[in-house]
């Protein structure tokens, strides 16, 4: 009857972690990401190998539509 449930993405579990630097900010029509911190003061290298080590080849984080 209820939506199945199903284990969170590995990109989920990471975010909700805070292991990604940014937030979803829900807005009444359109959200945005709001950076903890200027994007580019960030070293991308351990958040492109996080990304990379757990999505690759499927890319599932840029299809993820729970929030």
């Known amino acids: ?4 449930s199903r284990a ?3 990109f989920a579990a990471i975010y909700s972690k805070g292991g990604i630097p940014c937030r979803l900010v829900h807005g009444s029509v359109k959200h945005r990401l709001q950076w903890e911190c ?3 003061s960030l070293s991308f290298d351990p958040l492109l190998i996080t990304l ?3 999505n690759m080849p499927s ?3 840029l299809s993820e ?3």
Request: aromatic residues 10%; negative net charge; glycine residues 6%.
């Open 8 to 10: 969170p993405s590995a």
């Open 59 to 61: 890319l599932e984080y």
């Open 65 to 67: 539509n729970k929030h």
């Open 38 to 40: 200027p994007p580019e």
């Open 1 to 4: 009857f209820g939506e199945q």
């Open 52 to 54: 990379a080590e757990v």
